[in-house]
């Protein structure tokens, strides 16, 4: 799955440009160093005693154990472009079978990050065999493909086998990753798939001194996260800093746990003044500054203030009013900034930087955030109370305001004063709906920026009717088990704009080939047909799926006896939770609900055998799951329904959506339960008497 867009919105103090600047000017950078991949004088000696080694020492039951990774960190002028370089050497033992299978085929993803790109390049790799005997990878093995981690995002990564791998072995390999350009933050990780006996990062400063935008000396600094110990940075003879955790357990990916930053040991590496004050007095200076530097940002023009009157028309209610206004941003200005504006790139470097709402009004294009803005400018010309809000992103990290800078937050919304309240608004994102925010966005602690007196609140989080996938499917069965017919699928909420996000930029064939991969992926011999996918790029409509599906032997045949799984929908799509253990807690990204209805039509000749509907299943407040079974009043037709939401608390009006480890075998149980009554199989029998509704 593609991952979802950001605004291209300006940090508060906009100190990143200024300080990359600075950075770039102020280092001179080190033209990239060849390197011949494979040079025997670059690879460090063998210790006999790691090749005779038999068993882990991080983690008893490990299959394989990194010896050590290493990682050089420098700032290079890499093919014509300064870029930030990691040198990485990692070492492996492979302790067994299952180690040797695991660490045979290794992937190296060029993953980007906030927009930078990502190269590898330079790789070069080794098998030390149990008996000293040493096999090199052949520059021809490595190739790049597309692989998709666990969270279904797509990345490019170069992958190669590694030869003559056998348990005992000892495998090595060194690759440079170089992102692309240099920035004041960046992110380094501590863990691997496997455990880690021993990592050291070094870091080389840049050669002079930098000067934010406030004027204040800033110097190199390191915060970690998820480490047990707080190893500070040490100075090394060359100048650099370096960093050391060891033995680090391995980290496992697994579906529907929390933001990787959140659950796995790393290091942030960053230019920052001294911080001389506590999180309170720093957010509150910081909210501060910012509300005077967006001040201007807010302010109406009068031709925004007669597009305010204009759009807002008769309506009455404050929550009219900004609803109306609120599309109306939308819809009379360009997002030229998304993916799918249709724009080339040459047509976008034309586009002029907007200064203010005014300009964004008259020109008709914009940034996402110029879109926000141009909203709270009309809602302050209406005489709303406007600010800027900020908040995190819940899907990189759980943010912390306890750490006293503002990289995790990112001026994302328009707060609007509605009596009391404050209230969050974003149309600048093209498939958040009026009221809403990016899930991502959604049950964090947000920052309202103010001049006087910033606050802190909780980012309202939409509840599960809010995102609502509705499946209906009218069949026909036939007495062979060939079962075929039209579905519709329609996605509203969160679920829309995920889907939209995945498809807005692909062709229309490059959709429809997305859903039948979706339907082979669970029932093999499903043939799609007469494929219509609506309101893909439309900010308000429901993304809708249709199609004829046909689906040989989809009822199984015994005798004068068919065996059918009614719930089409579920048909193929197995147990959420597999696993009997879990090593990370379960994330749920929002509250969701789910509506079936199926219709289908029984075979001539054919009648329900003691047909008995699945019994409805509860969790509080949490969740609740309603299956109907009907049979109409001649016989003909099984109507199949179901009714699904989680992650409701409906005594709070919040959610819940973090479950800790130690709850797992309850959640587990009440979703095998629920798949269980999915499962569920009806017989018909020939010749029998037709039950009646």
Known sequence: ?????????????????????ALVSAFALAPAPSRAAGGEKDWKPIDPAYLSMKAPSVEKEADAEALFWEVRVSYEDSGGDPGTVLNHYVRIKVFNERGRESQSKIEIPAIKFRGRNVKIKDIAARTIKPDGSVVELKKDDVFERDVVKTNGIKVKAMTFSMPSVEVGSIIEYRWREIRESIVGYERFQFSRDIPVQFVKYWVKPYAHGLVNNAGELVGLRAQT????????????KDGSYSMTLTNVPAFREEPRMPPEYSVRPWMLVYYSADTKTGPDQYWRDYGKRLAAKTKPQLKANDDVKRAAAEAAGDAQTPEQKLERVFAYARSHVKHYTDDASGLTAEQIKKIKENKSPGDTLKRGVGTGWDIDMLFGAMASALGFEVRVALTSDREDIFFNRGFTDDYFVNPTSVAVKVGDEWRLFDPGMDYINFGMLRW?????????????????ISSPLSGPEKSVESRTGKFKLAEDGTLEGDVKIEYTGHLAADVKEYNDD??????????????????????????????????TKPFTYM???????????????????????????????????RANDVYFHYPWTEEDKVEMELPEGFALDNPQAPAPVGAGDLSRYEPVAQVTKDGRKLIWGRKFYFGANRKTGGSTLLFPTASYSALKAYFDTVNTQDATTIALKQGAAAAKN
């Open 506 to 539: 692909d062709t229309p064939e490059e959709r429809e080939e997305t859903l039948r991969n979706q339907y082979k992926a669970r029932v093999p011999s499903a043939e799609l047909s007469d494929i219509k996918i609506e309101n893909v790029t439309d900010p």
């Open 1 to 21: 799955m593609k991952p979802l867009r950001t605004h291209a919105r300006p940090r508060a103090f906009w100190a990143a440009l200024s300080l990359l600047l």
């Open 547 to 581: 199609f004829h599906v046909k689906i040989p032997a989809y009822a199984q045949r015994t005798g004068k006896r068919l065996f059918v799984h009614p719930g089409f929908f579920q048909h193929g799509t197995g147990a959420m939770f597999p696993t009997a253990g």
């Open 440 to 456: 991502q966005e959604e049950g964090q602690q947000t920052l309202i920026a103010d001049e006087k007196e910033p606050v802190w």
């Open 225 to 236: 996260f998820q480490t047990t110990t707080d190893s500070p940075f040490v100075k090394e």
